[in-house]
Each structure stands twice: as C-alpha cells, then as structure tokens.
C-alpha cells in the first residue's frame, strides 16, 4: 500500500558507470518531483513533472535525465556517475501544482559513488 | 533573495519535556508554510501547513504559530517522546516564485532521549 515508491533502496556504484532510480506513485495524483538531499541533509528540487510535461528543471547537470512514461511514474537515469552525485535521491508526488499542495515523499535512494 | 532560516541546528531533549523548534523566512510575497518531519532513512513527512491568515494550529502534540508581520514561525512539541526524534524541516511557499514556488530550509535535528 505504499503511496510513493522508489527503488532501489541503495545504490552502490563506481564513478564513471550509469545508473537509474525508479519511482511510482499510487495516489492518482498529478505532479512528481525528484529531490536531492545532500551531506548537511538539506533538500533540492532537480525536477518537476505535471502530467508527463517537465516544468521544473533547476541547475542540474544534464548527465540527469528524467523520464515520465505515465503520470503515476518518474524515473531518474543518470549518466557517468561522479563522486559529487553521492547523496539521498528522493521522489515526491502532489495532487496538483498548486503551491500549498502537500509533498507525499518515497522513502528515499541512498546513491554512493566510489 | 527568498530563504529560510531555521534554528537551532540540533536540539537534544529528555522525554517528556517539550522544545520549541524556529523558521524565519525572507520569501515574500508569502503564500504559505508547512512543517514536515523527517524520520531517519525515510521521506518527510508534513505536519501541518499554516496559510497568512492562520497564527495557530495544533496536530496532536504538534503546534505550529505563524507571525506573518515578522516573518516567523515556530513548532513546539509538548510532552516529547522518543519517536518524536526526527528532523524537522520548514518549507516556504511564495505567491509569485514562478515554477520553483518551495523554499526549504536546512531543518533541526531533534533527539529525544530516555
């Protein structure tokens, strides 16, 4: 029954490789988010997607690519892993775009790069 | 520049005894703010949210007050208890941010301890 899952749980990886993080919601809702969550625990939008249309793409390397293939899904694929990638990757749904619609987060991808 | 600011860092309390965690933002106009605990290795998760008209609310041990004119919010928690150990991350949402509407702050890391 969980609302927003994300696989996988950890990702252990050497630099250089590519990778990809899968997530799912069930929620029927609308919107999907990927946040970065670094060291100091401080959480960064990398992208928003509203019905399978990107909307929000912050300054992200584009060695980061999301994809939607429905709206109940966004995955992440990352290319030529770098060490500075290492962080929790976490995928976030909303009902709507709206600005005051609550955030429902997966439980997070642990990414370490070696 | 639009953030927030939360304080303290890190907070260490007995269990039963109650803390009072702070936001101030500079995100102005302001639309709204919600407090969400992050339990460790999982997602956040939100508490409440507080709109400009609100100065209280309560969820459970959980209240929230919102000082619109001074730009502050605070979440105290009454009676703590061990599972209320978690971070704590105060989320700003402005009326005209375009597509990046949230603003995030760095959280406090609550430990409640026997």
């Known amino acids: 029954d969980t609302a927003v899952s994300q696989t996988p749980k950890y990702l252990v990886t050497q630099m250089g490789n590519d990778k990809s993080i899968k997530c799912e919601q069930n929620?029927?809702?609308?919107?999907m988010y990927w946040y970065k969550q670094d060291s100091k625990k401080f959480l960064k939008i990398m992208f928003s997607?509203?019905?399978?249309?990107?909307?929000i793409n912050e300054t992200v390397p584009n060695r980061f690519s999301p994809k939607s293939p429905d709206k109940a899904h966004l995955n992440l694929h990352i290319n030529s892993l770098e060490l500075g990638d290492s962080a929790v990757y976490f995928c976030?749904?909303?009902?709507?775009?709206?600005?005051?619609?609550?955030?429902?987060f997966g439980s997070g991808t642990q990414l370490s790069v070696l | 520049k639009n953030q927030v600011e939360q304080s303290p860092q890190s907070l260490i309390i007995l269990e039963g005894k109650n803390c009072t965690l702070q936001?101030?933002?500079?995100?102005?106009?302001?639309?709204?703010l919600r407090w969400y605990k992050q339990d460790t290795g999982r997602g956040p998760v939100s508490l409440t949210i507080?709109?400009?008209?609100?100065n209280t609310k309560s969820n459970g041990r959980y209240t929230a007050t919102l000082d619109a004119d001074t730009k502050q919010s605070s979440l105290h928690i009454t009676a703590s208890q061990l599972s209320d150990s978690a971070s704590y991350i105060c989320?700003?949402?402005?009326?005209?941010?375009?597509?990046?509407?949230?603003?995030f702050g760095k959280g406090t890391r609550l430990s409640v301890i026997a």
């Open positions: 976030a749904s909303s009902r709507f775009r709206a600005r005051n619609e609550k955030l429902f």
């Open positions: 929620l029927g809702h609308d919107t």
């Open positions: 997607y509203n019905n399978k249309e990107l909307i």
């Open positions: 936001c101030n933002y500079t995100v102005s106009p302001f639309s709204n």
């Open positions: 507080m709109t400009f008209s609100e």
């Open positions: 989320v700003v949402s402005g009326q005209n941010s375009g597509n990046t509407p949230l603003v």
